[in-house]
Nanobody, 124 residues
Framework: VQLQASGGGLVPAGGSLRLSCAASERTFNGMGWFRQAPGKERVFVASISWSGDSSYYANSVKGRFTISRDNAKNTVYLQMNNLKPEDTAVYYC????????????????????WGQGTQVTVSS
């Protein structure tokens, strides 16, 4: 599976962005978004089950970010509202290694397929 992420950019604090990630083929596995700030490890942001019936969020983004997916388009989205400077990072989308039903993983090591990343910069 190949993933193509897009939608990043430069926004002021309080602004919004919508990231998209298109997969080259249909997947029945969970999908997730992760981010990596300069000099830091890649960390979990949000994940969604293959059916879209369940999702998980990092505490730092809960209530501000929303993950969704459109299986007809093989695409997962991340709507980011009320952005903060600390949200600045390269954002990566990923597909789980294995089917997880309604419990999409929050761990990077359980994702095998990764997109190239899209830069999100939030100015203060």
């Amino acid at each position: 599976v190949q993933l193509q992420a897009s939608g990043g950019g430069l926004v002021p604090a309080g602004g919004s962005l919508r990231l998209s990630c298109a997969a080259s083929e249909r997947t029945f596995n969970g999908m997730g978004w992760f981010r990596q700030a300069p000099g830091k490890e890649r960390v979990f942001v949000a994940s969604i089950s293959w059916s879209g019936d369940s999702s998980y969020y990092a505490n730092s983004v809960k209530g501000r970010f929303t993950i969704s997916r459109d299986n007809a388009k093989n695409t997962v989205y991340l709507q980011m509202n009320n952005l903060k400077p600390e949200d600045t990072a390269v954002y990566y989308c990923a597909v789980e290694s294995n089917y997880s039903g309604s419990y999409p993983s929050v761990f990077t090591y359980e994702y095998d397929y990764w997109g190239q990343g899209t830069q999100v910069t939030v100015s203060s």
